[in-house]
């Protein structure tokens, strides 16, 4: 049995590896696959990837890719998501500001630098014209930190998931501005290089299992069950599970082009989150 720990975000995205993991789908293939909650998002496992203390992680493509090229000892072995994700751009429900044109100079609650709420609102600003050079950020460590930030007036405006963060405009404590769609599929599979050279074969198995999980996802609006165990578990409203399925497309493809990849970081350079193109081969490892 070969040990592996992957982490990830507490949100909807993961189901299908909870699922895989609590059905015994990698245990069955002698793989004992060890979840690990990252509610700080991508920057933290950026930060748990370079430490060692995770294997591999269900990541935002622009934080690890630009982690990646500051250094991070990982590669992405699959695409995990192909749709975008869509950012809700939220402040307070008492606040000043009513369009999104008005949060030039405002200051921005992001999880930790690196994160994808901090690279988000770059794309944001440089869609609107901002100066991505003097964006002003706050720490909050994650979405209860958003909240609380807003709530306090230590933060004017903050950038998370727009359905994890639907139940906070419904119930009045944010006001939604808008929302943002990523210019690229949104998530990704990375694992360490020395996990990749020394379980080669459990990577692949792993990649294997979540795409055979991820088939009984492809009409999941016509599961009623299937949205059932999405709303009680994420506490979403059944509309809006439904409307988000209805968005997300998964991928089950084995690998992930360097064609794609360089799509992406051209984009990625275009918003300001990355200074300049690598080679696809820096970022990606091919494992069939």
């Given at each position: 049995?070969?040990?592996?720990?992957?982490?990830?975000?507490?949100?909807?995205?993961?189901?299908?590896?909870?699922?895989?993991?609590?059905?015994?789908?990698?245990?069955?293939?002698?793989?004992?696959?060890?979840?690990?909650?990252?509610p700080?998002?991508?920057?933290?496992?950026?930060?748990?990837?370079?430490?060692?203390?995770?294997?591999?992680?269900?990541?935002?493509?622009?934080?690890?890719?630009?982690?990646?090229?500051?250094?991070?000892?990982?590669?992405?072995?699959?695409?995990?998501?192909?749709?975008?994700?869509?950012?809700?751009?939220?402040?307070?429900?008492?606040?000043?500001?009513?369009?999104?044109?008005?949060?030039?100079?405002?200051?921005?609650?992001?999880?930790?630098?690196?994160?994808?709420?901090?690279?988000?609102?770059?794309?944001?600003?440089?869609?609107?014209?901002?100066?991505?050079?003097?964006?002003?950020?706050?720490?909050?460590?994650?979405?209860?930190?958003?909240?609380?930030?807003?709530?306090?007036?230590?933060?004017?405006?903050?950038?998370?998931e727009?359905?994890?963060?639907?139940?906070?405009?419904?119930?009045?404590?944010?006001?939604?501005?808008?929302?943002?769609?990523?210019?690229?599929?949104?998530?990704?599979?990375?694992?360490r290089?020395?996990?990749?050279?020394?379980?080669?074969?459990?990577?692949?198995?792993?990649?294997?299992?979540?795409?055979?999980?991820?088939?009984?996802?492809?009409?999941?609006?016509?599961?009623?069950?299937?949205?059932?165990?999405?709303?009680?578990?994420?506490?979403?409203?059944?509309?809006?599970?439904?409307?988000?399925?209805?968005?997300?497309?998964?991928?089950?493809?084995?690998?992930?082009?360097k064609?794609?990849?360089?799509?992406?970081?051209?984009?990625?350079?275009?918003?300001?989150?990355?200074?300049?193109?690598v080679p696809?081969k820096?970022?990606?490892?091919?494992?069939?």
């Amino acid at each position: 049995m070969k040990k592996i720990t992957i982490g990830g975000v507490p949100e909807h995205f993961n189901l299908p590896w909870h699922m895989a993991i609590e059905n015994n789908k990698f245990k069955d293939k002698h793989i004992d696959l060890q979840w690990k909650e990252f509610p700080g998002g991508t920057g933290a496992m950026c930060s748990a990837l370079r430490d060692g203390s995770i294997d591999a992680a269900v990541i935002l493509t622009e934080g690890i890719i630009k982690d990646i090229i500051a250094g991070n000892p990982s590669k992405i072995v699959k695409t995990y998501v192909d749709s975008p994700l869509l950012w809700g751009i939220h402040v307070a429900k008492n606040s000043k500001f009513n369009s999104v044109q008005e949060l030039n100079n405002a200051k921005i609650a992001i999880s930790r630098p690196g994160s994808g709420s901090q690279l988000m609102a770059k794309v944001n600003a440089v869609k609107q014209g901002f100066n991505v050079d003097q964006l002003k950020y706050v720490l909050v460590k994650n979405l209860v930190g958003g909240v609380n930030a807003l709530s306090d007036g230590s933060a004017d405006y903050f950038m998370w998931e727009h359905f994890m963060t639907k139940p906070y405009v419904d119930n009045g404590t944010f006001r939604r501005l808008d929302s943002l769609e990523t210019p690229w599929p949104c998530f990704v599979i990375a694992v360490r290089n020395n996990i990749l050279k020394e379980e080669p074969e459990a990577i692949k198995t792993i990649i294997k299992v979540i795409n055979k999980q991820l088939k009984h996802f492809e009409k999941p609006v016509e599961n009623d069950k299937l949205i059932a165990h999405f709303s009680d578990r994420y506490q979403l409203k059944v509309e809006d599970v439904k409307t988000w399925l209805s968005l997300t497309k998964w991928n089950r493809k084995k690998t992930v082009s360097k064609k794609l990849i360089n799509s992406i970081q051209n984009k990625l350079t275009d918003y300001d989150v990355i200074k300049e193109n690598v080679p696809a081969k820096a970022l990606i490892k091919k494992m069939f």
